[in-house]
């Protein structure tokens, strides 16, 4: 029987994404997310495409209770995909509101630290598995209005390459995948609009939720001894963060 795999945020985008394709190669499931109704039905889809049990229960990384039991009900991992999160606003930092600024800290930090303290011990008991942490273009720069977004998925790669160090040893992988422009409803989450969150992926191929669902997949299949520290993708017609070309109509 193959591994379990834990996902959390996976009722859209990446997540829902890595679930299909895990479940496609035959794993046990344990989702989580906030949107109860869009993460059964997801479930339910992974146990048709193949996956023995799927099983959704309800997560909030920003809730300490929540992620307890989250983690308390799930099993120890094979691979565990810490992916729930997201920007809110494009605010400069004279205008950041206070909701956005905590919201981004809590989910995107506090939110992944905390599902990995409590998953961790039991996978190094294990002495086995696999961290996929996701963090973002963003970490390897910043952009205007991006200042506490780009903070908190570089300090989620500062805590992937800690985690390699701490555990050395331990046969556990740790993989931080940094995707750039892709287009699910992080733009909807960001800016509250779909009129607005279209533009950002106006006159360009935008990555999908599939493509980075690949990457994950791949990383997390390589031999035993091979270990994916750091994988960026970005669209190609995406060269920096600031920089993307699109075609004009
Ligand atoms: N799309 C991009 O361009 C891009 C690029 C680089 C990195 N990322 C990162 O990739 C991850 C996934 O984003 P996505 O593009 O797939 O966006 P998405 O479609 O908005 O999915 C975000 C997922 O995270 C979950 N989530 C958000 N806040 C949560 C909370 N407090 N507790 C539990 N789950 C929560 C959402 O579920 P509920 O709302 O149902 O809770 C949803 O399943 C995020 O960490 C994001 O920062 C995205």
């Not at 989702?31 to 109860?36: S, T, V």
């Not at 303290?117 to 963090?135: C, D, Q, S, T, Y």
């Not at 892709?182 to 607005?196: C, H, I, M, N, Q």
Request: proline share 4%.
């Amino acid at each position: 029987m193959k591994g379990l795999v834990v996902i959390t945020g996976a009722s859209s985008g990446f997540g829902a994404a890595a679930a299909r394709a895990y479940a496609r190669l035959g794993h046990p499931l344990f989702l989580g997310a906030r949107r109860m109704e869009r993460l059964r039905e997801v479930a339910a889809e992974c146990e048709k495409l193949g996956s023995p049990r799927a099983v959704a229960h309800p997560l909030d990384v920003r809730d300490k209770e929540s992620i307890d039991a989250f983690c308390q009900a799930g099993g120890t991992p094979e691979i565990l995909l810490n992916n729930a999160g997201g920007a809110l606003g494009r605010d400069r930092v004279d205008k950041l509101r206070d909701e956005d600024l905590i919201g981004m800290i809590e989910a995107n930090v506090i939110g992944l630290v905390r599902v990995t303290r409590a998953l961790l011990p039991a996978m190094i008991a294990a002495k086995k598995g696999h961290i996929v942490n996701l963090g973002s273009y963003a970490a390897h720069g910043t952009y205007e209005g991006g200042s506490v977004y780009a903070a908190s998925k570089t300090a989620v790669r500062v805590i992937s390459e800690t985690l390699r160090l701490e555990l050395s040893g331990t046969n556990i992988r740790v993989t931080e995948m940094d995707p750039g422009l892709a287009e699910t409803e992080f733009s909807v989450v960001r800016l509250g609009d779909v009129e607005k969150a279209k533009a950002v992926y106006a006159g360009f191929q935008p990555l999908t939720a599939e493509d980075v669902a690949e990457a994950i997949v791949w990383c997390t299949t390589r031999p035993p001894h091979v270990n994916i520290n750091l994988m960026v993708l970005t669209p190609t017609a995406q060269a920096s963060l600031t920089k993307v070309h699109r075609e004009q109509k």
